[in-house]
Every structure is written in structure tokens, then in C-alpha cells.
């Protein structure tokens, strides 16, 4: 089974920025859907943001357009999310995730490998 490990969590101010990155095992970028979830105490799991296989194609929650990026190396076997102006709403544990190509990509239910989250605690 895959395994993804995310880094790049930390605690900031409200609007700085953060690089989260998550490593997978050789293929797993280049042949699958990847995604980023986040999970803040209380509250469900959302989707974040989405790459596809070919990586020609994002998807962004509403909440986070204009502010989040994501991105993909496949050489180096990451997935990235770049996270500007930074609210304190953005605070959750933030989650690399690896679904089949073609299913969609806004739900959790689609991702079938997940990594261990890290956390983001923005400040205001």
C-alpha cells in the first residue's frame, strides 16, 4: 500500500504563508488523483484542493481560491500546496491523499490512500 507523508505545518500569523508538501512512493503522483484535506477539532474533514494525473487540471474549494495552490513534481515523487494569506480559519490538520483517476476528485470517499496529516495553526 502507498504510503504519503505530509510536511511543511506549522503555526503562523494571519496572512503569511506556508509550503505543505507530500511525499509518495515512485508512480503513486504520476498515476493517480491527488488531493489535500484538512480536519479542524470538531468539525469534518474538506477537501482542499485536487491535481490530476496529468496534472493539467485543479480544483480548489471555494474557501481557499486565490489563496492556495497546488502543485506537482513528478521527478520527485510531491505534491505541494502553496498556502498564501493564511486565516485563522485555515487552522486544521491538513492531509495528502491518493484517489483513482476519474473518480471525483472533491470527495473524501474517492481516496483510497491517506497520509497522517500535519498540522496548520494560523494566529490572528
Known amino acids: 500500500q502507498a504510503q504519503l507523508q505530509e510536511s511543511g505545518g506549522g503555526l503562523v500569523q494571519a496572512g503569511d504563508s506556508l509550503k505543505l508538501s507530500c511525499t509518495a512512493p515512485p508512480r503513486t503522483v504520476m498515476w493517480y488523483t491527488m488531493g489535500w484535506f484538512r480536519q479542524a477539532p470538531g468539525k469534518e474533514r474538506e477537501f482542499v484542493a485536487a491535481?490530476?494525473?496529468?496534472?493539467?487540471?485543479?480544483t480548489n474549494a471555494e474557501t481557499v481560491k486565490g489563496r492556495f495552490t497546488i502543485s506537482k513534481d513528478n521527478a520527485k515523487n510531491t505534491v505541494y500546496l502553496q498556502m498564501n494569506s493564511l486565516k485563522p480559519e485555515d487552522t486544521a490538520v491538513y492531509y495528502c491523499?491518493?484517489?483513482?483517476?476519474?473518480?471525483?476528485?472533491?470527495?473524501?470517499?474517492?481516496?483510497?490512500?491517506w497520509g497522517q496529516g500535519t498540522q496548520v495553526t494560523v494566529s490572528s
Open positions: 491535481i490530476s494525473r496529468i496534472g493539467t487540471s485543479t
Open positions: 491523499a491518493a484517489a483513482q483517476p476519474g473518480s471525483p476528485a472533491t470527495s473524501p470517499t474517492s481516496y483510497t490512500t
